[in-house]
């Protein structure tokens, strides 16, 4: 196997590549071509370095690409293995409804490619009433970002992690066992995202849609007559 990939990495070097090989990410680029048996065209290339400066310069990017850009295949990939190390909480934010297809690509690519595992776990604002779930999710939110892996997840939980801070501190409030540990824990949580957080918003006219953003009131739901 070593052997073979070996082989096929010096078959791709004699090609010519549609980017250049001084480019600190070269390698990468080259072995996601070999591995996913695909080549980079020069606009992903251009894309991809692009965003790395922009991202080491601490400026939000935004690109729009039409379908069949590479974008889940390509970009998506690359930027998760690039960012998912010690220094950064690498994060993939997808709408709900390409969740699970971008889960298995991302998977399958980052673990064929980079050998990087991809982590997934659901977090709501019931989920977060349970102080043992919550300490759980912050182990492995930390435990993703030490071993270097990328973190897949929806819009939801971000804003279900900030409303469910709001409601430990309302049930604080009202005297509600519990509630103490739960500020706390939430807090750790929401700390380590705003130091570490790197995050890849997939269709962000999908994941930043206000009518998605801002539609969570705390309390209890009750039915409406």
């Known amino acids: 196997m070593g052997q073979t990939l070996l082989d096929e990495l010096v078959q791709m070097m004699d090609q010519k590549r549609n980017y250049d090989l001084n480019d600190p990410h070269a390698l990468a680029f080259l072995y996601?071509?070999?591995?996913?048996?695909?080549?980079?065209?020069?606009?992903?290339?251009?894309?991809?370095?692009?965003?790395?400066?922009?991202?080491?310069?601490?400026?939000?990017?935004i690109f729009q690409l039409i379908m069949g850009g590479g974008k889940s295949t390509v970009l998506q990939p690359i930027f998760g293995f690039i960012f998912a190390d010690r220094n950064f909480f690498s994060v993939i934010d997808v709408p709900e409804s390409l969740y699970v297809q971008v889960q298995i690509d991302l998977q399958k690519t980052l673990g064929n490619a980079y050998?990087?595992?991809?982590?997934?776990?659901?977090?709501?604002?019931k989920l977060a009433k349970d102080v043992n779930y919550l300490k759980t999710y912050f182990e492995t939110i930390q435990e993703c970002k030490e071993r270097g892996a990328c973190f897949l997840r929806v819009p939801r939980q971000k804003h279900s992690i900030i409303t469910s801070l709001y409601e430990a501190y309302f049930d604080l409030d009202q005297g509600v066992p519990g509630a103490a540990e739960r500020v706390e824990t939430i807090s750790q949580i929401c700390n380590f995202l705003q130091k570490y957080e790197k995050v890849q918003f997939d269709e962000i006219d999908l994941t930043m849609d206000p009518k998605v953003t801002f539609r969570y009131p705390i309390g209890e739901a009750h039915s409406v007559n």
């Open 32 to 61: 996601l071509e070999v591995v996913s048996n695909i080549k980079m065209r020069p606009d992903q290339a251009k894309k991809v370095t692009a965003f790395i400066d922009g991202v080491s310069e601490d400026k939000e990017m």
């Open 115 to 125: 050998n990087k595992v991809v982590y997934a776990m659901p977090y709501d604002r």
